[in-house]
């Protein structure tokens, strides 16, 4: 009955809402499988999320908000495990343990299912809107059908074509908004910074998705430590407006501009617009898309001293149009980004602003680093917003007064060279060549900032250790014994490895009882188990002169076939059962 729910609609003669949503209370004897039947129905739920009691808080369950950095120093909603688990399962284990304040947070997601509002929401047309104003928009347009909760307003229908992103850790897909609801904020904050450059102020209590050993589990913000992982996503899929798009020369000419364009300047008063670059192919591109806009020539020059040519267009109307758009293209490079709303526009025109962008301030070298330097902040994270699109992840580290852009690994050069790509030949020869070169340099050469798998370093390190193989042999070097994380050509390099190893030794495990003293030996030596893994320090000689000679030969066999499956074979009984299941989704 729960799974399916109750009828939904329905209401008391005074007025009053019923919820339909069915909750459940399990009671029962310790070790009476409780635990296991709560595990059960949240995997066989299409959609279900399970905590445990002991370290859940009210705002891990319900919201946060949190500040955004990355946007425009607003607000956002941060959703807990119940709000994930919106129209599915959410298995609470162990309620008895819940501190009656963080209890207290439960009841009203429990009544309404709403939860906590905030400022700013990204929604799955890329449009970021004020939280405030856009739920108090729709509250006040659709007044007669808000109900009211425990000091809340909600409203649960009116609400088609709105959609959001959501992610159940195998994809990010958009879902439809099922309500919104007016609630108060937490006040206390930490904030942490993302290895890609990012920075998010979170309640102390505020749940991260973190990675321990294979497994993804919650951590609060306020034991988070340096060095700790959590998820961010790898692609944006983004469904623009169906309306008529702007045009793609427009996103083009921006990105020019906004990378090597300026205004003019006449007794102090900016009268128009100017680009400077040196490549003479980028000037003409530059040239055809401001002349889709400006319909009218530019003044053309070039420095015999260094080179750079210079496009000037002295016009008010320009100057006009260009602050039409977005005042900040007529300022300094420090306070130029792309305008808000063109966020959301089409994949060929994100492209177009891409590709002008980096053939302004952009770079690939010889090793393999894709490169864009920004003035402000903000332009860095649009940039790294509208990559994200394209399967392109890159993180941002400031350099002075500039904020330096990187995107590497053989993944994200061959996803930039074949959805975004640079204008110019150079460049784009320059990329095809380093994507040719990742795939054929050793895999350790092969990573980039997103492309590790955390949690695992030491654990991995201690299996191979277990199985007698060496870093070097593995992995071409020596790494370090406690390295936290290992990049994902490494990783899988060590899995094949472990599981040539662990055949091997299976293998062994088979056969030993029909092998032959020499056989043994062989055996021994290509696993790497020492004379005295198998005879200790005691009879490490014996075994030596055992197998050179072939004689005792059961002392031999009787010795060997207990200690070698010990040292080579036996660990997978326990290995397997804490790691094949690692071994087999990676």
């Known amino acids: 009955l729960q799974l399916f729910g109750g009828t939904p609609g329905k209401s008391m003669p005074g007025g009053a809402p019923i919820r339909d949503d069915i909750h459940i209370l399990l009671i029962g004897d310790p070790g009476s499988a409780k635990t296991r039947f709560l595990q059960y129905i949240v995997?066989?739920?299409?959609?279900?999320?399970?905590?445990?009691?002991?370290?859940?808080?009210?705002?891990?369950?319900?919201?946060?908000?949190?500040k955004d950095e990355m946007g425009e120093g607003g607000w956002t909603l941060k959703a807990g495990a119940l709000v994930i688990a919106s129209g599915g399962i959410a298995g609470v284990d162990e309620f008895d343990k819940i501190d009656d304040v963080e209890r207290?947070?439960?009841?009203?997601?429990?009544?309404?299912?709403?939860?906590?509002?905030?400022?700013?929401?990204?929604?799955?047309?890329?449009?970021?809107?004020?939280?405030?104003?856009?739920?108090?928009?729709?509250?006040?347009e659709n007044s007669n059908k808000v109900k009211t909760g425990k000091d809340c307003l909600i409203l649960d229908t009116c609400l088609e074509g709105i959609r959001i992103l959501t992610s159940n850790f195998k994809k990010i897909y958009p879902v439809?908004?099922?309500?919104?609801?007016?609630?108060?904020?937490?006040?206390?904050?930490?904030?942490?910074?993302?290895?890609?450059?990012?920075?998010?102020?979170?309640?102390?209590?505020?749940?991260?998705?973190?990675?321990?050993?294979?497994?993804?589990?919650?951590k609060s913000a306020s034991v988070l430590s340096a060095g700790d992982f959590t998820t961010v996503p790898s692609a944006l899929p983004i469904s623009p407006p169906s309306k008529e798009p702007p045009k793609p020369e427009l996103f083009k000419f921006l990105g020019y501009h906004i990378s090597d364009g300026g205004y003019e300047l006449n007794r102090g008063k900016k009268n128009g617009i100017n680009f400077y670059n040196k490549d003479e192919f980028v000037m003409?591109?530059?040239?055809?898309?401001?002349?889709e806009l400006f319909d009218t020539d530019f003044y053309l020059s070039t420095d015999a001293r260094t080179g750079v040519g210079a496009a000037r267009l002295v016009s008010m109307d320009a100057?006009?149009?260009?602050?039409?758009?977005?005042?900040?293209?007529?300022?300094?490079?420090?306070?130029?980004?792309?305008?808000?709303?063109?966020?959301?526009?089409?994949?060929d025109c994100a492209r177009e602003f891409l590709r002008s962008l980096f053939e302004g301030d952009g770079s690939i070298s010889k090793r393999g680093a894709l490169s864009l330097v920004c003035e402000n902040i903000r332009l860095a994270q649009q940039v790294q917003t509208l990559l994200l699109r394209f399967g392109v992840s890159a993180h941002i580290i400031p350099d002075g007064n500039v904020f330096r852009l990187y995107a590497t690994g053989g993944e994200n050069l061959?996803?930039?060279?074949?959805?975004?790509?640079?204008?110019?030949?150079?460049?784009?020869?320059?990329?095809?060549?380093?994507?040719?070169?990742?795939?054929?340099?050793?895999?350790?050469?092969?990573?980039?900032?997103?492309?590790?798998?955390?949690?695992?370093?030491?654990?991995?390190?201690?299996?191979?250790?277990?199985l007698k193989l060496s870093k070097k042999e593995v992995f071409g070097h020596v790494v370090?014994?406690?390295?936290?994380?290992?990049?994902?050509?490494?990783?899988?390099?060590?899995?094949?490895?472990?599981?040539?190893?662990?055949?091997?030794?299976?293998?062994?495990?088979?056969?030993?009882?029909?092998?032959?003293?020499?056989?043994?030996?062989?055996e021994r030596q290509a696993l790497g188990i020492s004379q005295a893994d198998i005879g200790g320090q005691k009879l490490r000689s014996h075994v030596g002169y055992w197998e050179r000679n072939a004689t005792h030969k059961v002392r031999q066999e009787t010795i060997t076939r207990t200690c070698v499956p010990e040292c080579a074979a036996s660990n997978l009984v326990t290995m397997e059962a804490r790691y094949k299941k690692l071994f087999d989704e990676c």
């Open 43 to 66: 995997n066989l739920a299409p959609k279900g999320i399970y905590v445990s009691g002991k370290s859940v808080t009210g705002v891990g369950l319900t919201a946060a908000a949190e």
């Open 104 to 140: 207290a947070a439960m009841h009203e997601v429990m009544e309404s299912q709403s939860y906590h509002s905030s400022t700013r929401l990204l929604l799955s047309d890329g449009k970021e809107v004020e939280m405030g104003a856009f739920v108090e928009a729709l509250l006040s």
């Open 176 to 218: 439809q908004i099922s309500q919104v609801s007016k609630h108060k904020a937490p006040a206390s904050f930490v904030k942490v910074t993302l290895q890609n450059g990012r920075e998010l102020t979170v309640t102390p209590e505020h749940p991260f998705w973190t990675m321990d050993c294979g497994r993804v589990s919650t």
């Open 284 to 291: 003409h591109d530059y040239l055809q898309a401001a002349q």
């Open 319 to 347: 100057v006009g149009k260009m602050r039409s758009i977005s005042p900040m293209l007529m300022e300094k490079g420090r306070e130029k980004f792309l305008p808000e709303e063109m966020m959301a526009a089409p994949d």
């Open 414 to 466: 061959a996803a930039f060279s074949s959805r975004v790509g640079f204008i110019s030949e150079r460049k784009q020869k320059t990329l095809g060549n380093c994507i040719v070169a990742k795939q054929d340099s050793p895999a350790r050469r092969n990573w980039s900032y997103s492309e590790v798998v955390p949690g695992c370093g030491t654990e991995l390190v201690r299996i191979m250790e277990s």
């Open 480 to 522: 370090c014994h406690a390295q936290p994380a290992f990049s994902r050509p490494l990783f899988k390099k060590a899995l094949a490895a472990l599981r040539q190893r662990l055949e091997k030794a299976k293998e062994l495990r088979a056969n030993i009882g029909a092998m032959k003293i020499q056989e043994l030996a062989k």
